[in-house]
Every structure is written in C-alpha cells, then in structure tokens.
C-alpha cells in the first residue's frame, strides 16, 4: 500500500529564515509521481510540482528547491528566504504511474512564517 | 481559462439529510475525482469519474454517489449524512490521456454536518 509520511505537523520561522519540509513515502510501485501542494487559508490546493520516480535530480524554481532522494524514499521540499506569503499548509502526495490515479496525500505540515 | 469550479461555497446540513454537491472541471480536462479532507488531515480519495463512469473508488461507503454530465461536469451525493461527514469537499479535474499529469483542484465546498 502507498503512504506518505510528513512528521513535522506544525514549523515556524522569521521572515527570510529558510525552512526545509520532510516527507517520507512508501510505494511497492517502480513508477511512480510525487506532488507538492501549498493549501492557504482560502482553501484550494495550488500545485508546486510533480516528480517521476526517473528523475531523481534536483529542481529550483525561485526561492523553492525539491530534493528527490530514492534511497531514502524522500522528497524534501525547501522554501529559501521565506516570506509571510508562504504562510500555508504544505501536502506531499503520491500517485501510482499510468495517468490519473488517486492521489495519496501526507497529513501535512503547517508553515508559519512570522515577519 | 477558468479554473476548477466549485459550488456552493458552504453549507449547512442537518444528520440524516441528502446533500449534492457540484464541480466543474478545467477547460479541455474530462476526468474529475473528489476528495474529502476532515480538519487537520490530508484530503482522501472518495471516487473519480471518466466518460459518465465511475473508473476507481476509494474506501467510503455507498452513501457517497456521483455523477459526471457530458460536459465533464460533476455531482458528489451524500445521503443519510453522519456528524462525521463533515469535512471540505475538494474537487479535482485532470486529463486522462495525460499520464501522471497533475490534478487541478478546486477551491472546495466546506461541509457541516449539525
């Protein structure tokens, strides 16, 4: 069965500290999707990315950095220079390969950047 | 483009009662899934629709329904509603040829079950 773990339930940091997100999945899949959602207070799950169990490099989108690691079944997410903006609950997820399979959601874990 | 679409926003419901709520999809997506997300959990499965069908379903009982419309609209019924029903309603929209293609969600229909 797939899971998806994120222990941290709840960070705080100052603006401009960086902050690093865990999460931990378990999958019996080969292929495989892993996803970072950012839910604000509105509600509605934003997408920040998806990573297929083939590519293992590191990716930078501005202040945001993802760092897939397969032998220790992570996908860590790490927001530089955070801002109150980034004040959110952030959810990993995990899909099996093969298009449009159900999305198995971490608890989350509630950032609170304070200015 | 408009994006996934939900309605209503809230609503208030009484144990025992039917609820419906509805979702439409992103422009040029045909596949929607709804998932529920209780306070302080991640969102889970309930069921997902393609070509008017139910394709694949989660673990929730027969009191939760749907239905998708030939415009790739949907409908999520609940009967008989629990105090533990209560939850937010989110609805995703995808592209089923897409593989692994990320899910769109909506802004959710918050739910509360009195």
């Known amino acids: 069965a797939q899971k998806v773990t994120q222990a941290q339930t709840e960070i705080s940091v100052v603006e401009k500290e960086d902050v690093t997100l865990d999460c931990v999945y378990e999958?019996?899949?080969?292929?495989?999707?892993l996803f970072w959602y950012k839910q604000p207070p509105s509600g509605e799950l934003v997408f920040l990315i998806r990573?297929?169990?083939?590519?293992?490099q590191n990716e930078i989108s501005g202040r945001y950095s993802w760092n897939f690691q397969k032998s220790t079944s992570s996908f860590n997410f790490t927001i530089t220079a955070s801002q109150v903006v980034d004040s959110a609950v952030y959810f990993c997820?995990?899909?099996?390969?093969?298009?449009?399979?159900?999305?198995?959601f971490g608890k989350g874990t509630r950032l609170s950047v304070i200015a | 483009d408009a994006g996934v679409t939900q309605s209503p926003t809230h609503l208030i419901k009484t144990r025992g009662q039917q609820v419906t709520l509805r979702c439409s999809p992103k422009?040029?997506?045909?596949?929607v899934s709804w998932y529920q997300q209780a306070l302080g959990q991640g969102p889970q499965f309930i069921f997902q629709?393609?070509?008017?069908?139910?394709?694949q379903r989660g673990n929730f009982p027969d009191r939760f329904s749907g239905h998708q419309f030939p415009n790739y609209s949907s409908e999520l019924n609940v009967n008989a509603l629990l105090l533990g029903d209560s939850a937010l309603y989110l609805c995703?929209?995808?592209?089923?040829?897409?593989?692994?293609?990320?899910?769109?969600f909506g802004p959710g229909t918050r739910l509360t079950v009195t």
């Open positions: 990573r297929n169990s083939f590519d293992e």
């Open positions: 995703a929209s995808s592209f089923v040829r897409g593989r692994g293609i990320e899910q769109y």
């Open positions: 999958t019996r899949d080969t292929t495989y999707y």
């Open positions: 997820a995990l899909s099996e390969a093969g298009g449009n399979t159900p999305l198995v």
């Open positions: 422009s040029g997506h045909d596949t």
């Open positions: 629709y393609y070509e008017e069908e139910e394709r």
